[in-house]
């Protein structure tokens, strides 16, 4: 990754684009940050200089010009490296800012709420029916957790602190990394899978993960409730419906899916026991475009990798 920091100076030369849907706020902090204007909305042609670029997409015209680094203003970048081969030493860093905490609280919302049956009581308001349901604690109960970096670890920090029992599922076995109380490998996950109370996803979509949770993934939790706050291409829709009609999974609750915006044909609405959030989970704030961009601008400037680089090659 090293060899894609930009040369000593040459971050102070670069041209500063940004795309025409970044904010006025996001602009003055790029400004004040750089010290140099930024050039909003992008010409038909590259420039011939050295540019750095802020947005969510790479115009392909760009995609031939010398340019130096790519600040995403979301936190995947799927659809960016999806889009065609990525310039041959650019830096490509992404997003995150405060997404970890926010989607660590929407994950334990969905916990709790499945624990005091909030979506059964909503729908007997609904029918004016009055029967009591017996509310579930969270203490002591297993979340497994596909997805151990700054994402997962944030949901795992959040949930054992309410007292549950977390453990990480990530490319290898390993040693617990932050908020984890065991990390196990994806090859590896079948007895925590089928002890799992809650299985949440918080997986970024490559060739690897693309269809990830199958069949035979889903056959293998033991009536779980399902979270997907990763990407909705990592889920075989279809065999989550049948893991739900069986019993296999007992609730899902789905930030995103594999195509989006989902219209009110989409399979989606009726599947049992789903509740559906149009990928609102971690909405990136103006702010923590502007914080990003300062901690890798700070980070270059030192001769060091940002936090929020990208391995092009892995696909995050």
């Known amino acids: 990754?090293?060899?894609?920091?930009?040369?000593?100076?040459?971050?102070?030369?670069?041209?500063?684009?940004?795309?025409?849907?970044?904010?006025?706020?996001?602009?003055?902090?790029?400004?004040?940050?750089?010290?140099?204007?930024?050039?909003?909305?992008?010409?038909?042609?590259?420039?011939?200089?050295?540019?750095?670029?802020?947005g969510a997409t790479l115009p392909d015209a760009l995609r031939g010009g010398p340019l130096v680094w790519f600040h995403s203003v979301n936190a995947g970048t799927?659809?960016?490296?999806?889009?065609?081969?990525?310039?041959?030493?650019?830096l490509l860093t992404r997003t995150?800012?405060?997404?970890?905490?926010?989607?660590?609280?929407?994950?334990?919302?969905?916990?709790?709420?499945?624990?005091?049956?909030?979506?059964?009581?909503?729908a007997?308001?609904?029918?004016?029916?009055?029967?009591?349901?017996?509310?579930?604690?969270?203490?002591?109960?297993?979340?497994?957790?596909?997805?151990?970096?700054?994402?997962?670890?944030?949901?795992?920090?959040l949930l054992r602190a309410c007292g549950i029992r977390t453990v990480g599922v990530g490319r290898g076995a390993r040693t617990a990394s932050a908020g984890f109380d065991r990390v196990v490998?994806?090859?590896?996950?079948a007895q925590s899978l089928a002890s799992a109370r809650w299985v949440v996803s918080t997986l970024p979509l490559t060739p690897a993960t693309d269809g990830f949770f199958g069949t035979d993934r889903f056959a293998g939790m033991g009536g779980a409730t399902f979270i997907n706050v990763g990407r909705g291409a990592t889920v075989d829709m279809r065999a989550l419906e049948a893991a739900l009609h069986t019993g296999a999974v007992g609730r899902a609750v789905l930030d995103v899916l594999p195509e989006e915006p989902a219209g009110p044909g989409d399979r989606c609405w009726?599947?049992?026991?789903?509740?559906?959030?149009?990928?609102?989970?971690?909405?990136?704030?103006?702010?923590?475009?502007?914080?990003?961009?300062?901690?890798?601008?700070?980070?270059?400037?030192?001769g060091r990798v940002p936090d929020t680089a990208v391995d092009v090659g892995r696909g995050y």
């Open 78 to 90: 799927d659809a960016l490296l999806g889009a065609g081969p990525w310039p041959s030493g650019a």
């Open 185 to 189: 490998g994806a090859d590896d996950d």
């Open 270 to 302: 009726q599947l049992p026991r789903t509740v559906v959030t149009s990928h609102s989970a971690g909405i990136t704030a103006d702010e923590d475009i502007v914080v990003d961009f300062a901690a890798c601008w700070e980070a270059m400037a030192q």
């Open 124 to 157: 007997q308001h609904a029918r004016a029916e009055w029967r009591r349901i017996p509310s579930e604690l969270a203490t002591g109960r297993t979340v497994l957790i596909y997805g151990t970096g700054r994402i997962g670890s944030a949901v795992a920090g």
């Open 96 to 122: 995150v800012g405060r997404m970890g905490e926010r989607i660590a609280q929407y994950v334990l919302a969905w916990v709790l709420a499945d624990c005091q049956s909030v979506p059964e009581f909503a």
């Open 1 to 54: 990754m090293t060899e894609n920091l930009p040369a000593p100076g040459l971050l102070s030369r670069a041209r500063l684009l940004a795309a025409p849907t970044v904010g006025a706020s996001v602009v003055r902090g790029l400004e004040r940050i750089t010290g140099r204007p930024v050039e909003q909305g992008f010409s038909g042609t590259p420039p011939e200089e050295p540019f750095i670029c802020v």
